[in-house]
């Protein structure tokens, strides 16, 4: 009755309601309820809201690390799934520590030209740094 699905075979709208699924049961295990958006509220595709009844997020979903011009400045989380490990960031810290410790450089065409730059799989140094914002199964 239950056949498990190859995310390679789901299209973008699916790849996006799966990751939201995976995330929001990860923070479940940390007290928080996700409640899904149905349009980029503030740059959000969620929020996440503690059991404390004072913390919350503003979540963009996405299928990789990225940083992104249109996230600054609003207070966004990123979220992504790499392999069976789940990231959830601080989108401005992650940018103030790449401009910090020369991880965007002159070169870098994506990012100062374009406003954005991603990573298919993030690089060792990003690995690093994510340590800190990984949730754990």
Do not use: C
């Amino acid at each position: 009755m239950f056949d498990r699905i190859v995310y390679a075979d789901l299209n973008s709208r699916q790849k996006e309601n799966y990751n939201f699924q995976k995330i929001a049961a990860r923070l479940a295990d940390y007290g928080f309820n996700s409640i899904r958006l149905t349009d980029d509220w503030q740059g959000a595709d969620f929020i996440a809201v503690h059991i404390d009844g004072e913390t919350f997020m503003k979540v963009q979903l996405k299928g990789r690390l990225i940083i992104d011009r249109k996230y600054q400045g609003k207070g966004i989380h990123v979220a992504f799934i790499h392999g069976a490990d789940v990231y959830l960031y601080d989108h401005d810290a992650l940018v103030h520590f790449m401009e910090e410790n020369g991880k965007i450089g002159a070169a870098s065409v994506s990012w100062h030209q374009q406003g954005f730059r991603t990573w298919p799989s993030p690089p060792a140094w990003a690995i690093t740094y994510l340590n800190d914002f990984r949730i754990s199964q």
